[in-house]
């Protein structure tokens, strides 16, 4: 990859960053590892080049620079490891494990719950209508993964899940290797298909469980249900991901951090 010099003077659109002019200069440093990011130069889990190091390549001070790593690690892109420097976060990493999933448990937490036992009930090549096409930035009909699992904490169904996946993106994913994988789904994607899911939206709503669903999640028709629907995003706001959970919440609950 080609190092672009940025200096305090040198405006933003000098540097090959599309931010405004008056843009501060941690962000687009920010902006410049980012693209690194993106391109792959340092892949999950790896290091990337220290403070110092990437002051001389960007020609900046060292100080703009850790403001650009500070954001970055306060975004879970990037990891600071005591004594050893700065890695590009995996959903693997403990901190960002559970980056997403917002359910806790009414006591105690997941940590003290285990991993989620994960049972796959389907996985297959199909089509996107025209929802699922919008939400992943397809056009009707083109391929898709679709992926429906259960997952249950402590031996107790609690989330019933959909997933969509681009199909060309992740071609060759399989129910086997979903179900066998130890590590977090994200990472799997990760690891096996390139793909770094880096933030997510939602969209929360009550609702009732309709027969079939009551029966995967081992309760009564009608029981209250959190229906969750997340597209999840890869750099460039490329959305990789539609999921449409329901949650059950007799003994757990929806937690999000405001700040």
Not at 77 to 104: I, N
Not at 205 to 228: K, W
Request: aromatic share 8%; glycine share 8%.
């Amino acid at each position: 990859m080609q190092h672009l010099p940025v200096t305090p003077e040198e405006p933003a659109s000098a540097a090959g960053v599309d931010t405004p002019a008056f843009s501060p200069l941690y962000q687009q440093i920010k902006a410049l590892i980012l693209r690194s990011l993106q391109a792959g130069e340092w892949k999950p889990g790896e290091a990337i080049p220290s403070e110092t190091e990437l002051a001389g390549r960007f020609r900046v001070s060292q100080g703009t620079v850790r403001k650009a790593i500070d954001e970055l690690a306060a975004e879970n892109l990037l990891v600071r490891r005591q004594g050893k420097g700065t890695f590009v976060a995996t959903h693997s990493e403990r901190q960002v494990e559970y980056r997403f999933l917002r359910l806790k448990p009414d006591e105690g937490d997941l940590d003290s719950e285990g991993p989620a036992q994960r049972s796959i009930l389907d996985c297959r090549r199909t089509r996107a209508t025209g929802d699922v096409a919008r939400g992943l930035g397809l056009r009707p009909g083109d391929p898709v993964i679709q992926v429906r699992r259960v997952l249950s904490f402590k031996g107790v169904p609690t989330i019933l899940e959909d997933l969509w996946l681009p199909g060309v993106a992740f071609k060759g994913l399989t129910a086997d290797a979903l179900a066998s994988y130890p590590g977090p789904t994200y990472a799997l994607f990760e690891e096996e298909f390139g793909v770094r899911m880096v933030r997510a939206e939602e969209r929360i709503r009550a609702v009732a469980a309709d027969p079939s669903q009551a029966e995967l999640l081992g309760i009564a028709p009608g029981s209250p249900l959190l229906s969750v629907e997340r597209t999840a995003y890869t750099y460039g706001d490329r959305p990789m991901e539609l999921r449409r959970g329901l949650y059950r919440t007799d003994t757990h609950h929806y937690f999000n951090e405001l700040q």
